[in-house]
């Protein structure tokens, strides 16, 4: 299925809703401004909601300024390919993966989205590469381990393999703008094998946000890490990445300013082939954040 350039704005609690598409292709399309009579959040709502589906393309659209999430993939979704696009200003989540298994999520924008630019909940297996996150409300990236389990191979619904890679996340007021989370108190981040390398990190100041990173810690709860340097002593994670505390790092047009650039130069990581491929570049390129530039 193919749906090329359509236009969804101002429906009921759903924009679109797709169950078992498997081999959708959703481009250059506007999803915006959809459940404005504020229907509740769960279990459907917003800008669109693809569920049971395989091998979904979804690349150069809008999702902009639903009220609740702009896309959300949700029971069994599978090999998901998510490049290209700009959630903005939707009052929960840009983009929501839950109950899947295999996304590439590359090249996108995440912009004052009011919850998460990202939110991942009960899902494996999702390389995050080439993005841009500036000013989510709450979170730039949550997440998120719960209760549920299940016996689907497809979806076993525990939070494993996520890989954080190129990003540049312009953090919110949130006080976990980036958050991994176990709510069991069973697992550890690095259990879940949640690995974060070659991102630019930026904050107001040292103590805004308060904190840079909410980590899950097992029976201890969640852990808080203030500084990059803790992040990485307790976790691994972060060796090659940046954190940048005061002037924006981002222009209007959500680019790298050239202080910027020059100050994270020799961060970015070599993109790998499939990912490279998603995005249209050439393996092996290095560069931080969205590639190409925020669709109008």
């Not at 279990?43 to 659209?61: C, F, L, Q, W």
Request: a positive charge; one cysteine or more.
């Amino acid at each position: 299925m193919r749906l090329n350039r359509i236009t969804l704005s101002k429906n009921g609690a759903l924009g679109l809703a797709l169950n078992t598409a498997d081999d959708l292709s959703l481009t250059s399309s506007s999803i915006q401004a959809n459940n404005l009579e504020l229907f509740k959040e769960a279990p459907v709502s917003g800008g669109a909601k693809i569920t049971r589906s395989k091998r979904v393309m979804i690349s150069g659209n809008s999702f902009d300024q639903n009220q609740t999430a702009g896309l959300w993939f949700d029971n069994w979704a599978q090999d998901i390919t998510v490049v290209g696009n700009r959630f903005s200003e939707n009052g929960a989540s840009g983009l929501e993966l839950e109950a899947l298994s295999k996304a590439v999520v590359a090249n996108n924008y995440f912009i004052r989205n009011g919850k998460a630019g990202l939110y991942i909940i009960d899902a494996n297996n999702i390389s995050v590469w080439n993005n841009t996150f500036n000013a989510n409300k709450m979170y730039s990236v949550r997440i998120y381990q719960d209760s549920r389990r299940s016996s689907n191979p497809v979806a076993s619904l525990v939070v494993r393999d996520i890989s954080l890679r190129n990003n540049v996340l312009a953090y919110g007021t949130g006080g976990c703008p980036y958050l991994v989370d176990d709510t069991e108190l069973k697992v550890t981040g690095q259990t879940m094998r949640v690995t974060s390398e070659g991102n630019a990190y930026h904050r107001a100041s040292s103590t805004s946000p308060a904190n840079m990173v909410c980590w899950a810690n097992g029976p201890s709860g969640r852990i808080s890490f203030k500084t990059l340097a803790a992040f990485r002593a307790a976790t691994g994670n972060g060796m090659k990445s940046t954190l940048t505390e005061g002037a924006p790092i981002l222009t209007g047009a959500h680019q790298l300013t050239p202080a910027a650039l020059a100050s994270t130069s020799s961060v970015a990581l070599p993109i790998p082939g499939p990912v490279a491929s998603a995005i249209g570049v050439t393996a092996n390129t290095r560069k931080l954040g969205a590639i190409t530039p925020m669709i109008k």
